[in-house]
């Protein structure tokens, strides 16, 4: 049984300071403008309780120490959906089940199984069905050191709550974290790997650990060119990664909202961008939000690899289908990569 209420008393600052803006009165109208949006904060049903951060520089799988859940409309289908995250055995990897199909068929998250969209990553499951969005679920998976959990959803896609990995992040330390006796594999670059379309473009270089350099260029004047260096950290993922939030232009919505998109999309859950300004009434969490967001799905999309990578990513107005061609020509690369134990990386 979900909680429907929960104390903010041991919840992070970040936290904190995200949910009561949340609440506050919105003074920015719903995208469509003809409905307010709803606002759904995420509804935890475990005890807060501190996550192990030196977990995910362990050399054991870890998984969640007990069932936890949340609920939130999504972006796309702009419906409210049920997340549940459920510990899993070691060796299983992040398996994602829709619990609202009679078969509840799953599928373990994998770039074999990734349809390549622009607006989100995407696993396609058996007889056509869906899971989307599930990026910065998988951020916060890598982030929180978990290599096996078992993720029910009620839908074809995740919610989105506040746009970002930190309340996914929150939730993962609510349900506290499990080590596991069996050594975690880690995705080990051999040789440099490169993806360009035009002129986008991804590399994946061999590294003695892990970090992105990622910049984006926008002709809209309020993003225009932005770079951001990550250390592979977890400090600096959950200190000034994790509540990045996605972003979208104004003028873009009614033409994705035509195909069936970003329904579920206010200044309550993105950055809406209007041709010079923001349009959130509470402005921007970081000056450089938008390239840190960027970072932050690079990191999900490349957990869709199946494992950690130890590799320097350099990346070049990059998203997320560009981020699944790299994992993919990694993989279709003899002898680029290898599989490895933490302990010998
Ligand atoms: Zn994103």
Known sequence: MMRQTETTANLSPTIRAMRSAAAAPRLAKDLAGTSPAPIV?????????????????GMMQGTVARTVNCRGVSLHGGVSTTLTIMPAEAGSGIRF?????????????????????????????????????????????????IDNAEVLVD????????????????????????????ARRILKVLQPVRVQDGDRWVELLPFDGFAIDLEIVFANPVIGRQRYSFDGSVGQFTD????????????????????????GASTDNSVVVGPDSILNPNGLRFDDEFVRHKVLDCVGDLMMAGARMQAQVRAYKSGHAMNYLAVRQLFNTPGAWAWVDAAAS
């Open 41 to 57: 904060l995420p509804v935890c049903n475990a005890a807060p309780s501190a996550t192990s951060k030196a977990a995910t520089k």
């Open 97 to 145: 089940r829709r619990s609202d199909l009679p078969a509840q068929p799953f599928t373990v998250a994998d770039w074999r199984v990734v349809s390549p969209t622009p607006l989100c990553t995407t696993l396609v499951m058996p007889d056509a069905n869906k899971i989307a969005t599930i990026e910065h679920l998988m951020a916060a998976f890598w982030a929180a050191g």
């Open 155 to 182: 839908g074809p896609e995740l919610p989105i709550l506040d746009g970002s990995s930190a309340p996914y992040l929150q939730l993962l330390s609510d349900a506290g974290y499990a080590s596991q006796k069996t």
């Open 240 to 263: 000034a990664l994790s509540a990045a939030r996605t972003f979208g232009f104004l003028s873009d919505v009614e033409a994705l909202r035509q195909q069936g998109l970003v329904r």
